[in-house]
């Protein structure tokens, strides 16, 4: 088996680290020796003892504490990399660690329940057989889509974000169905169940605008409520989140480069 070394053991490093455990040999490193040692990895005692025999180190350490010295310590000729810290662009890491077989994956939050969305881009150059074990991590916590790198900061907006979003809309909902008598606690079920059944209603190639007018009866119930989202400008509140949390994105990106040019 292809040898991942998993340079930080939070809560993303650890997720990807338990799901493909069966599928690659795993080295760990974390600056807290305990995190490795609680989820049942043997700790490596340095980053140079982690990375040494590794095929694929995997970056799961936050951005901000990212820089040249750090890129530096994991440079290892032959090696390849799979970064999932958000906002450090591949020109970056490519500069810094002389490989040509890098990705970045931007994943959210729910890799820990092996639900998560996980956009994906590679080096230029990157080998097949390298894309092929990267992409395998990534499904390994969910579904994974391979889009260009200029896209991201809209993946950002529309996943990684959104996940927080889709949080709120079933929290203020629950808290709806509250004002009008049902404890909390059974609200938010029934809205989270709710949330669940209307995605089965996108099979077979529907997308929700086709969707949604089979659900509106004329002078009904939900056109009644569709109206009164209109009127409250849900729709644009929505399209404004998504693109302030990818522009707040880009702006990340632009720092990033900035310190590690």
Not at 52 to 76: N, V, Y
Not at 79 to 91: M, Q, T, V
Not at 112 to 140: G, H, I
């Amino acid at each position: 088996m292809k040898k991942v070394a998993v340079i930080g053991m939070g809560n993303m490093g650890s997720a990807i680290a338990l799901s493909i455990r069966d599928r690659f040999t795993l080295t760990a490193f974390d600056i807290d020796k305990e995190k490795a040692g609680v989820l049942g990895f043997k700790p490596s005692g340095s980053i140079d003892e982690a990375v040494e025999d590794a095929d694929i180190i995997l970056i799961a350490i936050k951005p901000q504490f990212i820089d040249k010295d750090f890129l530096k310590s994991i440079k290892r000729d032959g090696k390849s990399y799979i970064s999932i810290a958000a906002g450090i662009p591949l020109s970056a890491l490519e500069e810094n660690l002389g490989s040509r077989d890098i990705a970045r994956f931007m994943p959210n939050l729910a890799a820990k329940e092996k639900k998560a969305v996980t956009a994906v881009c590679f080096s230029k150059d990157a080998a097949e057989d390298f894309k092929k074990d990267a992409m395998e991590v990534a499904n390994s916590i969910g579904s994974a889509f391979i889009l260009p790198e200029k896209s991201f900061s809209a993946f950002i907006g529309a996943s990684g974000s959104l996940i927080a979003f889709a949080l709120e809309f079933i929290r203020a909902s629950a808290m709806g169905a509250v004002n009008m008598g049902i404890p909390y606690k059974e609200a938010e079920k029934i809205v989270s169940d709710t949330v669940a059944s209307a995605l089965t209603l996108l099979k077979d190639g529907k997308n929700a605008g086709e969707v949604i007018p089979s659900i509106c009866s004329a002078s009904g119930t939900t056109i009644r409520g569709m109206e009164a989202l209109e009127e409250n400008g849900f729709a644009n509140a929505l399209y404004k989140a998504v693109k302030a949390s990818a522009e707040r994105s880009d702006e990340l990106e632009i720092d990033s480069k900035e310190r590690l040019a």
